[in-house]
């Protein structure tokens, strides 16, 4: 996501753990986090399940990001995706939950 060049970039990485299976869920994941505005890049890696994301913490912060990826089914360590979310997702991308 290209930033105004006007503003003050403030850009920061961060990377945590999130839970999640295969490549569906590399496409869930980051695509929820594609559009949102302040974030500029996510890439989830399926082997170690490690998110590295790049955004602009004066626009959203690391919580934000962390609720998107919860909204769509994949538990973080700080933010549990609801269960009827989590139930809905496929079959192969029910991983195993961490204890809440
Ligand atoms: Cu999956």
Known sequence: MKKD???QASEVTDIF???GNCGMCERR???ALSNVNGVQ???WDVDTKVLTVK???AVISLDDIKKKVAEVGHD???FRAKDEVYS???GCCQYDRPKS
């Open 17 to 19: 753990v999130v839970y």
């Open 5 to 7: 060049a006007m503003m």
């Open 29 to 31: 994941i980051e695509g």
């Open 76 to 78: 973080t360590e700080k």
């Open 88 to 90: 809905n997702l496929p």
């Open 41 to 43: 890049s996510a890439d």
């Open 55 to 57: 955004y602009d913490d």
